[in-house]
């Protein structure tokens, strides 16, 4: 099978999106298939270690825009996308965005007759602060005393979340053949926006590598930050307002309280906020708790978690915590709050423990793995059978089985031919600009 990925971020960007395409390419080649990748061109690109490793990479070009941390804007009109793809003959269309590059997928998959299928990743209503204008406005809501607020500003802060994106997810899902969802908790979210495309379960997989242990260099690792504690934590995301690293700060302070200094968290991952949260540490006097160590390799980070006593989450943002599942992997017991992306794959008890977004919850969760041998030991044997089910072959070979599932329906070129009638009637750039002007204004990110 001939599968086309198209992807407005990938490698050398560091992102949950990135590493779930890569894998799911990875997995299927291993199986057999041809997959080609259609991703953004980022200054330096041909340097970078994954143009190296993967040859079937397309990269369009890329605006000068950025958008923070490492993320651009890629240029989904660039002509050497129709081109790279029409000598492609694909059998199917894997996009990872609902705007930008996924209005090229939609147009091209109903040019030459290939049917989409779409993951949805992200809650981008979970991002919205990433835009400026909307950033401006909810800073101005937080800062003021909100007797004072204008009715229309609050109006405005929450029609964004709940009114703008369910209906953009809306109108391009159900431009979609197939929609995939990483959890059954995303699934029943996206039917409450009513959409019509049928939805399939697939989560992201596990590389090889998340499976084997390297005692010597993670016990390196482990001599060079324990110094005189007794318990290592880690933490790895970016450091962006919706990963919630200021409530992991506070739990920090408040374990420290019920520990004393017998531990230290080690925070992988940069970002936009990382100056502001330092600041935070420093304020809170916890230097000697929390270091942060910058972005690391993905292959670098399995030592790192191997190296600890268990992972620490606060995000409420996920659409599936991958990172919990590769500290799963590592034999880590994860404390995290409950939300989506959490409650798939975390089992209170079992593997971990989930908890409200109460500091005093979360926090005595942390100190009861930390400070009961037996139970730290059984989670982390639980936690290890739970990252099984979750190999990279196994997750493509179910990949695989929904495109032939796709493929082999008949009547998907003419559901698609239905659905967007009249839009794509134009030629290629007309059709784009006309797509992403009605449904993506402001979401360019």
Request: net charge neutral.
């Amino acid at each position: 099978m001939k599968i086309a990925i198209f992807t407005n971020n990938y490698a050398p960007f560091i992102g949950g999106v990135p590493i779930s395409i890569e894998r799911l390419a990875k997995g299927l080649r291993r199986i057999g298939h041809q997959v080609t990748i259609f991703a953004p061109d980022y200054e330096g690109h041909m340097d970078s270690k994954q143009d190296l490793v993967e040859k079937d990479i397309v990269r369009y070009k890329s605006l000068k825009r950025t958008i923070g941390d490492g993320m651009i804007i890629g240029n989904c009109l660039d002509p050497i996308i129709e081109k790279e793809f029409r000598k492609g003959d694909f059998d199917v269309i894997h996009v990872h965005h609902p705007f930008l590059i996924g209005y090229t997928a939609i147009y091209l998959g109903h040019k030459y007759k290939v049917p989409v299928v779409y993951t949805y990743h992200t809650r981008y209503e979970e991002y919205l602060h990433h835009i400026k204008s909307y950033s401006r406005l909810v800073n101005k809501y937080e800062g003021e005393n909100h007797r004072l607020l204008k009715t229309a500003e609050e109006k405005l802060i929450h029609l964004g979340k709940d009114k703008f994106v369910p209906f953009h997810n809306r109108v391009f899902m159900n431009h979609c053949d197939r929609v995939i969802v990483p959890t059954n908790n995303m699934k029943e979210i996206l039917a409450s926006q009513q959409i019509k495309s049928k939805m399939n379960i697939l989560p992201t997989g596990l590389d090889e590598e998340a499976y084997r242990n390297n005692d010597e260099e993670s016990n390196k690792i482990r001599e060079q930050y324990i110094g005189n504690k007794k318990y290592l934590l880690c933490s790895v995301a970016r450091l962006e307002k919706e990963k919630n690293i200021e409530f992991i700060i506070k739990g920090i302070s408040e374990l420290k309280k019920r520990l004393g200094s017998t531990f230290r968290l080690l925070l992988i991952g940069d970002g936009t906020e990382r100056e502001k949260l330092e600041e935070m540490v420093w304020e809170l006097d916890l230097e000697d708790e929390i270091s942060f160590l910058g972005t690391l390799q993905q292959d670098e980070i399995t030592n790192y978690y191997r190296a600890c006593n268990a992972f620490v989450f606060a995000s409420k943002s996920e659409t599936q915590g991958i990172v919990l599942l590769e500290a799963m992997a590592a034999s880590l017991p994860v404390v995290a709050i409950k939300a989506s992306g959490v409650e798939d794959v975390v089992c209170n008890g079992e593997n971990g423990f989930m908890t409200e977004e109460s500091v005093a919850e979360w926090t005595e969760k942390i100190n009861l793995i930390l400070t009961n041998q037996q139970l730290g030991e059984r989670l982390r044997c639980r936690a290890s059978v739970t990252a099984r089910d979750y190999s990279m072959v196994q997750i493509a070979n179910q990949a695989a089985a929904y495109y032939n599932d796709i493929i082999n329906n008949k009547e998907v070129t003419s559901e698609v031919g239905k659905k967007i009638k009249g839009i794509t009637r134009a030629k290629s750039r007309n059709s784009i600009l006309y797509l992403s002007r009605t449904n993506s204004q402001n979401m360019h990110y």
